[in-house]
């Protein structure tokens, strides 16, 4: 017999991987980035500024001044067009036999739409909306006897608009994740 067990609902169970979408900012991704590493991380930090008054100092309130947000996964795939998005910029050409990647020089960065798609153990959906980001401009190359894998991160952007063009509210300007109940 297990002691200290709390009660759960196994339906809520959540294990391994996704699918990560990429594509252009403003519409819905369906480029998938191929085989990633089991681990996606979605970091959130709100930096908040607190209001004291009086004497002793009570705090009275607190705002947020920044929002900020990233979204990290490690891609097993070899792949020039994924190596472009990661760094937020890139020249990508091709000739006869080679697809080729420049590098060097932008002054800006590219902007991108994720959706990340977990499916859990009860066969429903975890689905992740980042309606608009930018590669973070980091991208490491490590060639070793385990399988090569390649960071993508993201960094979170403000939008005005969904994928579908409708506006934004306050509150609402990052991301969406929905559960499938």
Request: glycine share 8%; net charge negative.
């Given at each position: 017999?297990?002691?200290?067990?709390?009660g759960?609902?196994t339906?809520?169970?959540?294990?391994g991987?996704?699918?990560?979408?990429?594509?252009?900012?403003?519409?819905?991704?369906?480029?998938?980035?191929?085989?990633?590493?089991?681990?996606?991380?979605?970091?959130?930090?709100?930096?908040?500024v607190?209001i004291?008054?009086?004497?002793?100092?009570?705090?009275?309130?607190?705002?947020?001044?920044?929002?900020?947000?990233?979204?990290?996964?490690?891609?097993?795939?070899?792949n020039?067009?994924?190596?472009?998005?990661?760094?937020g910029?890139?020249?990508i050409?091709?000739?006869?036999?080679?697809?080729?990647f420049?590098?060097?020089?932008?002054i800006?960065?590219?902007?991108v739409?994720?959706?990340?798609?977990?499916?859990?153990?009860?066969?429903?959906t975890?689905?992740?909306?980042?309606?608009?980001?930018?590669?973070?401009?980091?991208?490491?190359?490590t060639?070793g006897?385990?399988?090569?894998?390649f960071?993508?991160?993201?960094d979170?952007?403000l939008?005005?608009?969904d994928?579908?063009s409708?506006?934004?509210?306050?509150g609402?300007?990052?991301?969406?994740?929905?559960?499938?109940i």
């Open positions: 017999m297990s002691f200290n067990v709390p759960y609902d339906s809520r169970l959540s294990i991987p996704g699918i990560l979408y990429i594509g252009p900012e403003g519409s819905e991704p369906t480029i998938d980035v191929g085989a990633v590493r089991s681990g996606m991380t979605i970091v959130t930090t709100r930096e908040k607190d004291y008054q009086g004497i002793p100092r009570s705090l009275i309130e607190t705002y947020t001044v920044q929002e900020t947000g990233t979204i990290s996964i490690n891609g097993l795939e070899w020039i067009d994924r190596l472009a998005e990661a760094l910029a890139g020249s050409s091709s000739d006869a036999s080679n697809k080729i420049e590098f060097g020089g932008e800006t960065f590219s902007k739409a994720l959706k990340f798609v977990h499916t859990k153990p009860n066969n429903k975890l689905t992740f909306k980042l309606w608009r980001g930018r590669g973070s401009g980091e991208f490491t190359f060639f006897d385990d399988p090569h894998e960071p993508y991160v993201f979170m952007l939008a005005a608009t994928w579908d409708n506006p934004l509210a306050i609402k300007q990052l991301y969406k994740i929905e559960e499938q």
